[in-house]
């Protein structure tokens, strides 16, 4: 009688994990042998299954399997707990079993992210989980945890892990407010379920990155009761800028022909004229031109650039209703009114 072959599953147990040792016998004489019971003796392992009391007889050139359920109650090391069978009159057969117990988890990290986070704004992230045990790890997936955010997709499977591969996934988190956002590791070993947990804090900072529309060249022109402002928008940013609209904020109110200009995508380095009407109160100085956007995403943002009013004059409010030969004519009836009344006083004289 002799052992053919011993296997353990899984290959590697962790501290605390439940396995199986299975043992094949073969009976490599001409005649029947007679058997007692079979047993495994604890080593760093214990046997949590039941002994075979009674095994009977194995016919000449016949094979044997024995099963017993593991578990792992050592730290890290191989151990060799003792297969045992009973041989009645022949003696005992016994055979030592190494098992490995291996208490290295999963590495998870951050592969790639964004270099902030803003509120309400979707970014991408990253996630690599990789096997640096000496056996495959089975049912990988990630899953995030945590409030204050929204994330897409819930959870992610990568499936089995061979030792030394990794593999990644890819989350789009949008976060409500400054949290911690816990990417947890769900995998198997055998039948084992084993868990490792990254925590990643979400705090806001300035993105150095995102579009920045510049208003320049203002020029303010009062038609009447209504200005006139035009100028030039440019997007300083390192990300385009979708969807841009101007118009004049509060304390002006927006007014025909021009309440909203709509510009659409800048570019970075994008330049775009712009023309926006409205009326202001008296005593008004300075208005906000309100310039809303979006990102690659489609998030909203809003930034106000103030321009001045305080260079126009009631006088000029009178006059730029008229028209610039007009205004040139006027100007030019007074000077000759002057010069005629110079030159009939000197007559006088």
Do not use: C
């Not at 046997?47 to 194995?58: C, D, H, I, N, Q």
């Not at 999963?106 to 309400?120: D, I, Q, Y």
């Not at 640096?132 to 499936?159: D, K, W, Y």
């Not at 060249?217 to 009062?222: C, D, T």
């Amino acid at each position: 009688m002799t052992v053919t072959s011993v296997a353990v599953e899984p290959e590697i147990l962790m501290p605390g994990d439940t396995g199986f040792v299975t043992v094949a016998v073969q009976n490599t004489g001409s005649s029947t042998l007679p058997l007692g019971g079979a047993r495994l003796y604890e080593d760093g392992v214990v046997p949590t299954s039941e002994p075979y009391p009674s095994v009977g007889a194995l016919g000449a050139g016949l094979n044997r399997t024995f099963t017993f359920a593991v578990r792992a109650d050592a730290s890290n090391g191989t151990y060799y707990p003792r297969f045992s069978l009973d041989l009645r009159e022949n003696g005992t057969l016994t055979h030592p079993v190494p098992v490995r117990v291996d208490g290295t988890p999963l590495g998870v990290s951050v592969f790639e992210r964004p270099e902030t986070f803003s509120g309400s704004r979707t970014a991408g992230i990253t996630v690599l989980v990789a096997n640096p045990r000496s056996n495959a790890a089975s049912g990988v997936q990630v899953v995030p945890q945590g409030s204050g955010f929204t994330v897409t997709p819930g959870s992610a499977f990568i499936g089995t892990l061979e030792p030394d591969a990794s593999g990644t996934v890819v989350f789009n988190l949008t976060p409500a407010a400054e949290t911690n956002v816990t990417f947890q590791v769900v995998w198997r070993n055998g039948i084992n379920t084993h868990t490792a947990d990254l925590v990643l804090p979400v705090t806001f900072g300035e993105d150095k990155k995102q579009a920045d529309p510049v208003i320049t060249n203002v020029e303010v022109v009062m038609e009447g009761d209504i200005y006139r402002a035009t100028g030039d928008v440019m997007n300083a940013g390192l990300e385009p800028a979708r969807s841009v609209v101007i118009s004049p904020g509060a304390p002006a109110t927006p007014t025909d022909p021009y309440r909203v200009y709509v510009v659409g995508t800048l570019d970075p380095d994008d330049i775009s004229a712009f023309e926006v009407t409205f009326r202001a109160g008296a005593g008004v100085e300075e208005i906000p031109l309100v310039v809303e956007y979006r990102d690659d995403d489609g998030n909203p943002y809003t930034a106000a650039r103030p321009i001045s009013l305080e260079n126009r004059t009631a006088e000029e409010a009178a006059d730029a209703g008229l028209p610039a030969p007009a205004v040139a004519a006027v100007a030019l009836l007074v000077i000759a009114a002057g010069l005629a009344a110079l030159w009939y006083v000197r007559r006088r004289r």
